[in-house]
């Protein structure tokens, strides 16, 4: 059984997470994740400079406390990993060069992950495994949304992507022309859930381009139109929540159909939705109509696991550490690191 310590510092969560793994097997031993979003609240988004020392002060203290909570010293670890994009450029350097020092202390191998890997390895780490393949991969974040045919581990190609904003920058960004707190996502799934999908026709944009690529910003343009032609609903609990259920709808039906017919091209039965978004409770529902009629099976994990997580990162390299690939201790970060 081998053992790593793996480090997630791309946006503005500190993770950190030790793992054990076998052949084709990974357990999570400890994970940690310290939110900063009541730091960033405030400024209605991630302030990159926050996020930089939060992960300053965090780091440590938790690299300390995950494994004084599972009784290993650094001399057992046999691996090192750490996010090396996408992601903010200072906040990826802090968690990999902290994680690269702790390689070389400890002289074991030092592994720079990508983060949508990562995001892409997340639904199959409950049941302790590494992933099925082929699989076609949803990956829905904040900063995200990509279709990925995904061969074999390591072997990616991109079906399409976000033209403009990603599915979470455009619940973020509706939020808070509504008023709603940072981060936008969860507080829009807690409203729609009261409100009324049909209240409001936003568009499903590129729902027929014939294409995988999606596009958000009109969605955008359209929800601050009508709330200019209707300023009452943000006065109105019961309009903010029925403007909450038509928009997420929009984007909730675009990314189903989208995913699905992604799925039925490449002749697979596996689908794979992951990142932020995927905690969306009407998406999950959605996919979950979606799969049991048309014979696709739609994999989440829970949203620990769904969210931005040191595990995740662990777990690609853990995939790596069984396979004997070397070390990358000589690499960089790369803010703009593509996964295809
Ligand atoms: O994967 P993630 O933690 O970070 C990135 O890699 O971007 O995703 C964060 C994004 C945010 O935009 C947040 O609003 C969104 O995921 N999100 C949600 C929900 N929970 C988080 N969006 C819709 N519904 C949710 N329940
Ligand atoms: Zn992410």
Redesign the pocket.
Known sequence: MKKLLAIET??D?TSVALLTGDSGEVKVEALQVSSQIDKHRPFGGVVPELATRQHLLHLDPMVRSTLSEVGWSLNDLDAVAATRGP?LNSSLLIGFSFANAIAVSADTVFYGIN?LEG?LYSPFIEQGQLPEFPQVALI?????TQLIHAESAGSYRRLGTTLDD????A??KI?KMLGLP?????E???RAALGNVKAWDFPRSMLHSGDFNFSFSGLKTSARTALQKAPEVLKDEGKLNDFCASF?EAIVEVLVKKGMKAAHECGHTLLTV????????R?REAFAEASAKEGVRCLFSS?KF???NAAMIGAVAIDRLMGGAPSDLDVDVDPNLKLA
Request: one cysteine or more; charged letters at 20%; hydrophobic letters at 20%.
């Open positions: 791309s946006c969560e992601g983060h995001h829905v974040s904040g900063g995200h990603a599915a979470g920058e619940f973020d939020a940072y981060p936008g996502g969860p829009v799934d807690k997420q992951s990142g932020g978004v995927s905690c969306n409770k998406l949203p769904s969210t931005d």
